[in-house]
């Protein structure tokens, strides 16, 4: 079964500067996509980014980006010029590739708390 | 918005007690995933349906039950209600097929009293 791990439960960044999140999966498949979600205060759950596993080119959208490692099973999330508004929780999740057992589901990391301080 | 729609937003019952919510998907949608997010177990996958059909099955309870009508709309039905059920319960749908995005509603809030 494919795991992912976020180790740290909160960070906080001074509004404009770098943040960086951390993500490690667990997998034996070689096929498969990454994600992150954004979870406001209001609650929804809302796609920030992702990450097909074939390809060696990391995601960007606008001031998000990740450092996808395929080998290492790492995936990390970097937020450029934070902004008030990128406080939230943040899930990391692993979607398998393959239809074989029919399942489309995402496997979530517990979440880490961000913190933008003005 | 993501055009997912839960109702209710919340929700407020009794131990023992059984209720069901409701998840319109976006039009088009032919999955609909519903998933449970608690303080200790987080968020986790529980069931998923595809145009009315039961797909996967996650860590649902035999107390729990799902079914998706010739509407496309998927109701979860929780009985014998527990105070560890209560939760944030998301629902969420997408076109079918693992490349596609999934789209969550803004959740229905569970708490059993």
């Known amino acids: 079964a494919q795991t992912v791990t976020q180790s740290q439960p909160e960070m906080s960044v001074q509004e404009a500067e770098t943040v960086t999140l951390s993500c490690t999966y667990d997998?034996?498949?070689?096929?498969?996509?990454l994600f992150w979600y954004k979870q406001p205060p209001s609650r929804q759950m809302i796609l920030v980014i992702r990450?097909?596993?074939?390809?060696?080119q990391n995601a960007t959208e606008n001031r998000f980006s990740v450092n996808f490692q395929k080998a290492a099973k790492s995936f990390s999330l970097k937020i450029s010029d934070s902004q008030l508004g990128d406080a939230a929780m943040y899930f990391c999740a692993y979607r398998s590739a393959t239809t074989q057992g029919g399942s489309e589901k995402l496997v979530f990391g517990k979440g880490m708390k961000l913190t933008v301080n003005p | 918005d993501s055009g997912v729609t839960q109702t209710p937003k919340h929700l407020i019952t009794a131990t023992g007690q059984r209720v069901t919510l409701r998840c319109s998907p976006r039009s088009g949608d032919l999955s609909v995933y519903w998933y449970q997010q608690s303080l200790d177990q987080g968020l986790q996958f529980l069931i998923q349906?595809?145009?009315?059909?039961?797909?996967a099955k996650g860590n649902i309870l035999e107390r729990f039950s799902a079914q998706q009508f010739p509407d496309l709309h998927s109701e979860l039905n929780l009985s014998s209600l527990e105070l560890g059920d209560s939760a944030l319960y998301f629902c969420?749908?997408?076109?079918?097929?693992?490349?596609?995005?999934?789209?969550f509603g803004q959740g229905t809030r569970l708490t059993v009293v």
């Open positions: 969420a749908s997408s076109r079918g097929g693992v490349e596609t995005e999934a789209f």
């Open positions: 997998t034996s498949e070689s096929d498969y996509y």
């Open positions: 990450q097909e596993a074939y390809k060696q």
């Open positions: 349906y595809y145009n009315g059909e039961e797909r």
